[in-house]
């Protein structure tokens, strides 16, 4: 089994390949559109609900089986069917092209595989097993939602906010103690309780602090 290298890739603009039209092909469509992908759909069928994304802007169904001239410019390539002699053929003209696939539940095929993903905004933790059991990572990103709550998508982004000011404002010192205390667990308890305004004040009096 492949030892694979973990990566965020930034899909925005990017265009993607997707084989097959059934209830698979469908939550990956969903999934990478929700990522600013531009996806390319092939298949002779599409589900409903699937047919239903399909815009012709950020979106195209071709309705035809698949043949090796599909694959064009595409960042990532997902074989979504259930026919074996189908996803054997893709990954293979895939890797003779030198792209990225993922042949969904058969990572003998895959040059990548997709991990089980917990978000909270920018807080994006994946978790895999490298193919070996898709449920065990299943649960254990359950455990992490269980343990990062959606306090932290707030917290997160009212660190966003401080940043470009913090790094343009305070010599390299006066950043370091800024984050040892905007991160020492007061202003993530405050949010937690509610108390956004509240950790939004603690936040700017310790810039205020480190000013002089």
């Known amino acids: 089994m492949a ?10 603009h990017k265009s993607v390949l997707v084989v097959g039209g059934g209830n698979i092909a469908y939550r990956k469509v969903q999934t990478l559109l929700e ?11 599409l589900l409903p609900e699937l047919k239903d994304l399909v815009d012709s802007q950020r979106c195209f169904w071709v ?7 599909d694959i064009k410019d595409d960042l990532l390539i997902f074989s979504c069917t ?16 030198y792209r990225l696939i993922n042949v969904v539940d058969d990572p003998d095929k895959c040059s990548f595989i997709v991990p089980s993903i917990m978000e909270r905004g920018d807080l994006k933790i994946a978790v895999s097993t ?16 269980a343990q990062y709550g959606q306090e932290f998508e707030q917290y997160l982004a009212l660190l966003k906010e401080w940043r470009i000011k ?22 993530l308890g405050l949010i937690k309780n509610g108390q956004l305004r509240e950790a939004k004040g603690v936040i700017e009096s310790c810039f205020r602090s480190l000013l002089d």
Request: aromatic share 8%; glycine share 4%; proline share 5%.
């Open 166 to 187: 913090v790094k343009s404002d305070l010599p390299s010192e006066q950043k370091r103690k800024f984050w040892v205390k905007a991160t020492d667990g007061e202003i």
């Open 35 to 45: 990522h600013g992908a531009v996806v390319h759909i092939v298949s002779p069928s």
């Open 130 to 145: 490298s193919g070996s059991s898709p449920i065990v990572a299943r649960q254990i990103r359950e455990q992490l939602q």
């Open 63 to 69: 309705e035809k089986e698949y043949g090796a001239e």
């Open 3 to 12: 030892d694979y290298y973990p990566i965020f890739v930034d899909l925005k």
């Open 82 to 97: 259930e026919k074996d002699e189908v996803n054997d053929a893709v990954s293979l003209d895939a890797q003779k092209n």
